[in-house]
């Protein structure tokens, strides 16, 4: 964050001295009005008024061009610190390290873009024109020291009462704000499975819930609100009692011949500019409140990131898997979800995971695709650890189906390309691939049938395709490119019978291109393609082998368990 910035530096620099450029023309209104009225109407001076009116109306047009460059300047550092950070801040929170948690972690870009509308916005201008306050003040002294004394309570009671709107305000604004975070996350995972909802008749009941959500979330930022407006209107009749003091004050010291009558409008004018930038920003402390959670939020996941480092070009892998003492925890549970887990795969091999539900074995294929990582143990990919690659590099060389396909908005080509067109122009080559790996997933032609064809456009988790349709076209997606490793996780669950058959036909073709596929499956009709067997249970790999031997073991744990729970009923 601090090197985002830092970037930036050049911006803000010139809007702060923009910025003193502007509060120093600020003060010829107040030379010209002294003028006019000392000088032009006590002698008359017609060509006087002319030339000073020609002045002020260059002083005024340079403010405002000042201005203009200034607000062009921001816009730039907020387009710099756009280009700088969101990148990272979306890689960052895909990569799946970030500690700030998976709510949060949806949130990521609203947090920036308050940051960045804070940062180049009018909350800026008025820290900017803050410090401006005492030249001010410093001017109303040369006027009569008695303005002065007025603008320095004046502004001693506006800090005062900004101080007591930061201790008043911060905790409720945090609390408001996390609230509203956690309501807008909400609404939206229920807005995604909105069909559900209808079909279960879930629909009154989520509203109600959300309201309560909304309710909650209003009522902290109404407190906020309650507290801050406290402030914002006492701030406000202060500066505006104080500027009409000033005028009151001016004409008292006129009558007693110790200012001119021009310096009683200029007292006026000079006290509420004194006091403006410190109303302004107590009006903008909301903002200056969030931007400070947002820089937090921010900053605590990029530290997350891990450094950049330019990792050797490891070799295509040919398909030898070796998985060394795999253990993976969630963060407090004391059981593992994955226990010490160890066996090998040797290229062209096909093996079947089964096992209870909860044993892992979904957990076990999300860690070998590289989608979560291991807290202990090893994988290696022809002896090379997982570790040691890019992850991006590695990936065009895993195959990974997911339980529920998670396709997304685009065309079906996009998908199974993974969106490798937004990288690449060679559109040939990529409309070639994707056609391969649908033909080898045996979805081509089920694509050719639909409206659109490879161009039909999907919503998001594959809307408009039927479970089986999304789950071929998501097993096309994994065969993208031919890739050595392919790790399937229940790709027959939606299929019909001839879907069945054209997978278990995909799985063959694949063992003669001598790819390594492990399949997560619960229907037994892909055994017959099957290599090996995997049986794991509470987390554990409790038997490893070859098909038959491992079935062969199986039926006989049923045929022992059979009797014994025949006497066990009578």
Known sequence: ????????????????????????????????????????VAGQGRLTLLFLTIIIAVVIGTLSLLELVRSRLLVRASIRLDRQLAGQLLDTTLSGRGSTGERMNKQVLREFDTLRQALTGPTILSIFDFPWSPVYVLVCFLIHPAIAALAVVGGGALLFIAWRNEKGTNA??????????????????TLAGAEVIRALGMRHALVRRHLLERQTM???????????????????????????????????????????AGAIFASSF?????????????????????????????????????????LTRLP????????????????????????????????????????????GKSTLLRMLSGAARPLRGSIRFDGANVQDWDTERLAAFIGYLPQDTSLFAGTIKENIARFQNFLSEEDEAIDNAVIEAARLSGAHDMILQLPGGYNRTLGWGGRGLSAGQAQ????????????????????????DAEGEVRLVATLDDLKKKKASVIIVAHRMGIL?????????????????????????????????????????EG
């Open 1 to 40: 964050m601090k090197a985002a910035l830092s970037s930036c530096r050049r911006h803000f620099l010139s809007s702060l001295i923009f910025s003193a450029l502007m509060n120093l023309l600020y003060i010829g209104p107040v030379l010209y009005m002294l003028q006019v009225y000392d000088r032009v």
């Open 172 to 189: 409720p604004l945090k609390q408001a704000n996390e609230a509203a975070n956690k309501a807008y996350v909400s609404q939206e995972q």
């Open 218 to 260: 209003l009522s902290l930022q109404a407190n906020a609100s309650f507290a801050g407006g406290h402030y914002v209107a006492i701030s406000k009749f202060i500066r505006l009692i104080l500027q009409s003091l000033a005028l009151g004050l001016g004409a008292w010291l006129a009558i007693n011949n110790q200012i001119s």
């Open 270 to 310: 000079l006290v509420g500019r004194a006091l403006s930038p410190i109303d302004q920003l107590l009006g903008a402390w909301r903002s200056v409140v969030h931007a400070r959670a947002s820089y937090a939020t921010l900053n605590d996941l990029l530290a997350t990131r891990e450094a950049d480092i330019a």
């Open 316 to 359: 295509p892998p040919n398909g030898h898997i070796a998985v060394e003492h795999l253990t993976h925890f969630i963060p407090g549970q004391e059981r593992p979800i994955l226990a010490d887990i160890s066996f090998a795969v040797e290229p062209g091999e096909v093996v079947a995971i089964v096992g209870p539900s909860g044993a």
């Open 472 to 495: 071929r076209v998501g097993l096309a997606r994994a065969l993208y490119g031919t890739p050595p490793l392919v790790f399937l996780d229940e790709p027959n669950a939606h299929l």
């Open 528 to 568: 017959g393609v099957v290599d090996k067997i995997m049986v794991m249970r509470d987390g554990r790999l409790e038997t490893f082998g070859p098909r038959d031997e491992v079935l062969g073991r199986l039926k006989a744990i049923r045929s022992e368990e059979q009797p014994k729970a025949q006497t066990a």
